[in-house]
């Protein structure tokens, strides 16, 4: 797959089995995020992998996450956050880092970060694999945060979910270059 072929082609895969990207395979997904844009490389990001067991810690991480938002929350609720890291064989955090800067704002931080982490993804469909980045509340969650080794004023970026392609992805909408792009 070429470059052009990755970058125009790459698609969210909700639906993720094993076998996730083998120890060979996360190194080069890893590497190939560390090249993203890094203006005064700062390199403002660290990156978690969860896999095997740790997805469960992860998931009794996020139910104690959501009942510190909503103690009330229903039973199905606390079995979804239980189950989210296990959507997927492997998963890695992105986290912004953000160092002080005069020349580099906290948003060309965040960017590299995003960066690298599409980076990542377009690596992870390279290799044959699927991926998909969620957010949500427990990327914004100062609990979630602190058990993935972020300090207060950390963020986390995104969840990527990796993992074998279990189902064909949505249909991509069509690039809409003249309702999208402008030239001055």
Request: proline share 8%; glycine share 8%.
């Amino acid at each position: 797959m070429s470059v052009l072929e990755a970058l125009q082609q790459r698609n969210s895969h909700a639906r993720l089995t094993e076998p996730g990207p083998d120890s060979t395979a996360l190194e080069q997904i890893l590497r190939a995020g560390l090249r993203a844009p890094d203006h005064g490389r700062l390199r403002p990001w660290h990156f978690v992998v969860i896999t095997d067991d740790r997805r469960i810690k992860l998931g009794e991480i996020f139910e104690r996450a959501l009942l510190l938002r909503s103690p009330d929350a229903p039973s199905s609720e606390r079995a979804r956050a239980l189950a989210a890291p296990m959507r997927a064989p492997l998963m890695v955090a992105g986290l912004v880092k953000y160092k002080t800067s005069d020349k580099v704002p906290r948003i060309e931080q965040v960017g590299a970060v995003a960066s690298a982490l599409h980076g990542m993804l377009l690596a992870t469909e390279a290799l044959g694999f699927g991926g998909v980045w969620r957010t949500g509340p427990y990327a914004r969650d100062p609990l979630v945060i602190a058990a993935l080794g972020g300090d207060p004023g950390d963020e986390i970026v995104g969840f990527l979910y990796l993992g074998t392609k279990a189902s064909p992805a949505k249909p991509l909408p069509k690039a809409n270059l003249e309702v999208d792009v402008s030239y001055f």
